[in-house]
């Protein structure tokens, strides 16, 4: 039993962090949260499961694919639904924007892709049980990107840009860093790794419509209680929020289960609003 | 002088007759559909004044729905408690509702934005889970029967007219607290919050309260839904209601009745004469959500609002009019204000160095420095944003609080901000009056009903605000939406709410910011005058000239810390200021 | 206050909208020649969409026969379709226009449980009789609504059946019984449960799970551990049953599965991780629809299946008796209007006194005391992996 909550816990652990690294890397970019992260790890599973159970290619080109799209809905994501609201004075407009499109892309997921929850394929032939591929390869693909963040952000230039315009958009203007160019490929790139979290996890989610709002609370669970725009915290959050979803799922079972992890959530965010590892707001007057 | 609200009562008069006359076609299809939309407005009108109001994004709205729809149903089933009639079932929805409308909202006060938005959800998916694992109370995934209301309000018309006289209500109540000044206070904590604060409005009663009388309605509404829909199963209380009843809400347009009101008409119509696209319904809803959001944030209301399209008059002048300050300002005089040994650090950063200041009745006291000196932080201390390391604020002797803000206009503190902090989408009446918010005296329940003590506070408020208006120069501009003014009619607009309140003290922080040579002038007539009408006036200011002119005394920051202080002469000549600051 | 353009034009706009939502088209009275309207309310759209879709297969087909051969006394049935989406709220707005607006003569459908619980009772206050093949039994009552009528057989008839398989015909006596938390599980589960004490049976496990859980290895382990003979899932999510039948295999435990008609279906095909993880699985059928000892189906069907092949219908993702279902409703309403006319009341008097009417899904008969038309005899088991064509061979062991 024990093996089983580990396994399953930290395969879908991972899967919740990813998206929760999702969600900040959009907010990195842009202080704003979108709603589109649940919609990237959605399409990751659906996609995955189109390109190579339905199309037939081979999993690695399906891979790359996924990942093309994951970076044009990102791109999409910023043109559509951030950009035009960012300019505006009503800053949480996004929120309502980000919504909407999510939405639209769910329903229209639903309506062509179906609503029944399809396979997804299994994706390499070894491991058995509870070793089996479908519950590393989310844990791999968890560990490649944070590491991946954590190189681009410290090592490189651009890496250090995209902080930059986090930090203070109009000093990296006056800079003259290309902000807008920076937020674009920051979108792309969280929609590459929001799909590359469906696609990782799509073994044990399925190809499913409904993983949007799965994981849309399941992700942003990590990012609200490791503190806004901390990956590490994301991480840590979602992998303990995996095992405690499969603990329950198992000790209490069903229902209970996903009142439990609610229940935690509110109540710890009412405690910290800021998270666990967080910082208070910035002065506001 | 005609709020927002006022605009649309012909076509709420025309929409009421429409209601009433429905039965006429003799098509209860119509009947169904309508009463929907009655129930549905219900809930939706008083969420708009949580979403479209306060502007908290509480989309789990549906929670609400369902635990006043199972009350009312469980209640009149007779399984678990006696059967207890629809009425009184109905009236225990709406206590349900404000329960929860409280445990959903109070979380509002602490989170951000997006937080919160995410806990409704997580609020209303627990409720459906709920739902569906209590069985033996809501007879879990069969569900359980509604009410049937006895005659005269049976299933069918009769159901439909007690549907629409609550809906009517609704509308009443809810377009009277817009027009109130809770409903003044509810935009400004969505739009100026900080403003909001230092004219007195609480936000956490405020919210609370708005919560609960959202909650009551939702659960009223969902009791109804119950009786409605016959029998009620979890599976009925989807995702989609929520997003149905939140862009209801922002096709409106935030900020109305109206708007909302012609929303909730559309949304429920739409899918019944829409046969075709029922399947992409959804999708259509999330498209209308993201065009109204991108290209008419302002929703229904905004595109009705063609009163606020006709073009102002150009090259328009404040002129302010400073001698009829005495009778707006008719109360004894303040006191005085002093700051001792302030001292406050910002993490490494020490923004304040040991900082002594006073500034009483009569005098306008002038503050100036380097940027970065410390001057607004000096405010904001004052004001009650900041709570310092060391040092005490005292007001005639009697100590300030610090960390409180929204206190301080209870001690006749007003102030500007250095951005012009407005509400863009009320006029500039409605935002004057925000600054006499403390001055009235009636409650949230009188507003609702529009009793006596209501009218005379709005009464009050609107001359007050009107006399302030009429000081400082704006009458004409007093029902023009407040983000069509010029940059200097909005610092003007600013002084003028500040007025409203009657204030001992006045604040102001870089007033003449942007304004023209012959404006700067006026505007120093203008806080001389405040002064000499017994307000203690502390200017922080960039213009020298202005400062010079009209301070009774000066003090210089530099670095956090006095450099210097004195009367203008004093200052203009003193060798430190001169090289730090003003230069030869 | 002024009336300006503006505010004429939007009280219109609103007066407007209310009128146009009002007129419909005004129907004369039913003439000899009018169209014999009937008033069917799927869900083709939607989470419960698959039995809905292949349900308005074999409806639309029925109405295209009885119109290609001359209608009901020379009527043409002209049948309205609303999608219900799944959705009460929608099923209830749908009953409404069809009995007030569209007057129609006899509603069939909804066709999910959830919508006719809250449909029911609209009907019955418009006076217009319905039949619908839902489960859940508290869906007819003949003193509330008389006018109701059931063409599938009751839960507690498809519990029975696969209860009396499990014990008598398995002899089987710990079972074990599951559900998701889905509306019709949760209900299934607790209605079941007692039924299999009564019979004499252990039940080792009883539970409700979250369908979207990936791991279902805990709760069978659990059977496993408490003696389980039988495993008895009751839910229509084919990633849940997909699941159940998965971990068994990974588990090699070689327990007979014995449950809902979704067990057998194509979307639970496609979820399972091999072939053989279908072996030993029997779900719900209809006699008149499965594949006899001999391999052959009863003649009713047989033939039944050549005409759906030659109208082109496709058998690949869908089952026989859902279309078997569909299309004998449109077929006994029209039996009933030629024979009896189409008021509300003469309908409801033929019905009464229906007996054993040959339908290709099920053998029908109803009184005034029981509107539920199927016999108990009729409700059989399956075996899930002998799908052909949409139609499964008898469950082992039945002898019949």
Redesign the interface.
């Known amino acids: 039993?024990l093996e089983?909550i580990v396994s399953?816990g930290l395969a879908?652990g991972a899967v919740y962090a990813m998206i929760g690294i999702t969600y900040n890397v959009m907010f990195t970019a842009s202080r704003a949260?979108s709603f589109t992260a649940g919609m990237l790890g959605m399409l990751g599973g659906v996609l995955g499961a189109l390109f190579i159970d339905r199309l037939g290619l081979p999993a690695i080109v399906g891979l790359l694919l996924v990942l093309a799209c994951g970076a044009v809905m990102g791109v999409i994501t910023e043109i559509?639904?951030v950009r035009?609201?960012l300019k505006?004075?009503?800053q949480?407009?996004y929120?309502?924007?980000t919504?909407?499109?999510a939405?639209?892309i769910a329903?229209?997921t639903a309506?062509e892709w179906g609503?029944?929850?399809?396979?997804f394929p299994r994706l390499i032939p070894i491991g058995e049980?509870l070793l089996d591929q479908k519950f590393w390869i989310p844990m791999l693909a968890c560990a490649v990107t944070v590491v991946g963040l954590e190189l681009l952000y410290r090592k490189t230039l651009i890496g250090r840009a995209f902080l930059a315009i986090a930090e203070d958009a109009y000093a990296a203007r006056a800079l003259g860093l290309p902000e807008v160019r920076l937020r674009l490929a920051s979108f792309a790139l969280a929609g590459m790794i929001g799909s590359l979290a469906g696609f990782a996890g799509g073994e044990?989610?399925?190809a499913?419509f409904?993983n949007q709002?799965?994981l849309?609370?399941y992700g942003?669970v990590p990012v609200?209680l490791g503190g806004m725009g901390n990956n590490r915290g994301a991480l840590v959050a979602g992998l303990l929020l995996g095992l405690f979803q499969?603990a329950a799922?198992?000790l209490v079972?069903?229902?209970?289960?996903?009142?439990a992890v609610?229940?935690v959530?509110?109540i710890v965010?009412?405690l910290r609003?800021e998270g666990f590892a967080g910082a208070s707001?910035a002065?506001?007057? | 002088m005609h709020l927002r609200w006022l605009e649309g009562r012909l076509t709420f008069l025309l929409l009421a007759i429409a209601a009433v006359g429905l039965p006429l076609l003799d098509d209860s299809y119509a009947g169904v559909i309508a009463t929907r939309a009655c129930i549905y407005w219900i809930l939706i009108s008083g969420l708009n004044l949580v979403v479209g109001y306060a502007g908290q994004i509480a989309i789990g709205w549906v929670a609400l729905l369902t635990l006043g729809a199972y009350t009312t149903a469980v209640l009149t089933a007779g399984t678990v408690t006696p059967e207890i009639s629809p009425y009184i079932a109905l009236v225990a929805s709406g206590a349900i509702g404000v329960v929860a409308g409280v445990i959903v909202g109070l979380p509002a006060l602490r989170l951000r934005t997006f937080y919160f938005a995410m806990t409704t959800l997580g609020f209303a998916t627990i409720v459906t889970q709920i739902a569906l694992a209590w069985k033996s109370v809501t007879g879990g995934g069969i569900g359980t029967p509604g009410p049937v209301f006895p005659w005269p309000f049976a299933p069918g018309w009769g159901f439909y007219y007690f549907c629409l006289i609550l809906a009517a209500l609704c509308t009443w109540m809810t377009a009277n607290i817009a027009s109130s000044r809770f409903g003044r206070s509810l935009i400004a904590i969505r739009d100026a919050e900080v403003a909001a604060e230092a004219s007195g409005v609480a936000k956490p009663a405020l919210l609370v309260t708005v919560f609960v009388f959202s909650g009551a309605l939702a659960g009223v509404s969902g009791g109804l839904f119950s009786s409605l829909q016959s029998y009620i199963t979890p599976d009925a209380f989807t995702f989609d209601l929520s997003v149905l009843f939140f862009i209801a809400i922002l096709i409106g347009g935030r900020g109305s009745i109206l708007g909302p009101l012609l929303g909730t008409i559309l949304l429920t119509v739409l899918p019944e004469i829409a046969a075709p696209l029922v399947a992409w319904s959804t999708f259509l809803y999330a498209a209308l959500l993201l065009l109204i959001v991108l290209l008419i944030p302002g929703g229904i209301a905004d595109m009705l609002d063609y009163r606020n399209r006709r073009p102002l008059q150009q090259h328009r002048e404040i002129v302010p009019q400073p001698a009829l300050l005495p009778s707006l300002l008719d109360r004894p005089a303040g006191g005085a204000l002093e700051l001792s040994n302030i001292a406050l650090a910002f993490g490494g950063v020490r923004a304040i160095d040991g900082l002594s200041l006073d500034f009483h009745s009569g005098e306008v006291h002038g503050l100036i420095g380097p940027n970065g000196s410390g001057k607004t932080t000096t405010l904001n201390v004052i004001s009650g944003y900041y709570h310092p390391q060391t040092g005490q604020a005292r007001l005639n002797g009697a100590t300030l609080p610090f960390g409180a803000p929204h206190r301080r206009a209870g001690f006749r503190i007003a102030r500007t901000f250095q951005t012009p902090r407005l509400i863009g989408g009320a006029s500039v009446l409605e935002n004057v009056m925000i600054g006499g918010t403390i001055d009235g005296r009636g409650t949230f329940a009188e507003s609702l009903l529009t009793l006596p003590r209501h009218r005379r506070d709005e009464r009050m408020l609107r001359e007050r605000a009107l006399q302030a208006l009429t000081v400082v120069g704006l009458e004409t501009l007093a029902g023009v939406r407040a983000d069509r003014l010029q940059h200097s009619e909005l610092r003007f607009m600013e002084i003028a709410r500040a007025l409203t309140l009657r204030p001992a003290f006045l604040m102001l922080d870089e007033p003449a910011a942007g304004l023209s040579a012959e404006e700067i002038r006026r505007l120093g007539a203008l806080i001389k005058a405040i002064s000499r009408a017994g307000t203690g006036v502390l200017l922080v200011e960039h213009h020298a000239d202005l400062i010079f002119d009209i301070c009774d005394r000066v003090t210089v920051l530099n670095l956090g810390k006095i450099l210097a202080a004195g009367t203008p002469a004093e200052i203009r000549s003193h060798r430190e200021v001169v090289s730090a600051y003003l230069g030869a | 206050m002024s009336i300006t353009r503006r505010k004429v034009l939007a009280g219109s706009a609103a007066a407007a909208g209310a009128a146009s939502l009002a007129s419909g088209l005004a129907s004369p009275a039913i003439a000899a020649n009018e169209p014999l309207r009937i008033g069917f309310l799927p869900a083709l759209t939607g989470p419960s969409s698959s039995t809905g879709v292949a349900m308005n297969r074999g409806t639309l087909l029925a109405v295209d026969e009885i119109n290609a051969a001359g209608g009901v006394n020379g009527r043409k049935i002209e049948i309205i379709v609303r999608d219900t989406q799944s959705d009460a709220t929608k099923a209830v707005n749908a009953i409404a226009e069809l009995t007030s607006r569209q007057k129609v003569a006899m509603i069939w459908g909804p066709l999910n449980s959830g919508e006719t619980l809250a449909a029911t009772p609209l009907c019955a206050r418009a006076g217009i009789p319905m039949i619908h093949p839902c489960w859940v039994d508290t869906l007819i009552d003949v003193k509330k609504y008389p006018m109701s009528f059931r063409s599938a057989p009751t839960n507690e008839q498809i519990g029975e059946a696969a209860n009396h398989y499990v014990m008598d015909v398995l002899k089987a006596k710990k079972v074990a019984v599951i559900g998701d938390n889905a509306g019709y599980a949760t209900a299934t589960v607790a209605a079941y449960v007692p039924l299999l004490k009564k019979k004499g049976g252990t039940v080792v496990y009883e539970g409700n799970v979250d369908a979207a859980n990936p791991d279902l290895k805990p709760e069978l382990l659990r059977m496993r551990d408490g003696g389980a003979e039988a495993i008895m899932p009751w839910s229509v999510n084919a990633g849940f049953l997909a699941r159940i039948l998965n971990t068994r295999a990974a588990m090699g435990w070689d327990v007979p599965v014995v449950g809902q008609t979704t067990l057998g279906s194509g979307q639970t095909k496609a979820l399972l991780d091999k072939p053989e993880n279908w072996a030993k699985v029997y779900s719900n059928n209809f006699k008149n629809c499965c594949y006899a000892g001999d391999g052959k189906l009863p003649a009713l069907a047989a033939d039944f299946r050549g005409r759906i092949a030659k109208a082109k219908i496709d058998m690949n993702d869908t089952l026989l008796w859902w279309i078997a279902c569909g299309y004998d409703a449109p077929k006994l309403i029209a039996e009933t209007v030629k024979a009896a006319g189409d008021s509300p009341k003469d309908i409801t008097a033929y019905l009464n006194k229906l007996k054993n009417w040959p339908g290709i899904n099920a053998t029908l008969t109803f009184t005034p005391e029981q509107h539920n038309g199927v016999p108990d005899a009729e409700v059989v088991m399956c075996q899930a992996n002998s799908l052909k064509d949409g139609a499964f061979n008898l469950a082992p062991g039945y002898g019949a």
């Open positions: 039993m089983s399953y879908v949260f559509v639904a035009p609201v505006s004075i009503e949480h407009l929120v309502l924007s919504l909407a499109f939405l639209l329903q229209f309506i609503t029944d929850a399809a396979p049980g044990m989610l399925l499913f409904g709002s799965i849309n609370f942003f609200a499969q799922n198992f079972g069903g229902i209970f289960a996903s009142v609610f229940v959530f509110i965010l009412l609003p707001g002065r506001r007057v």
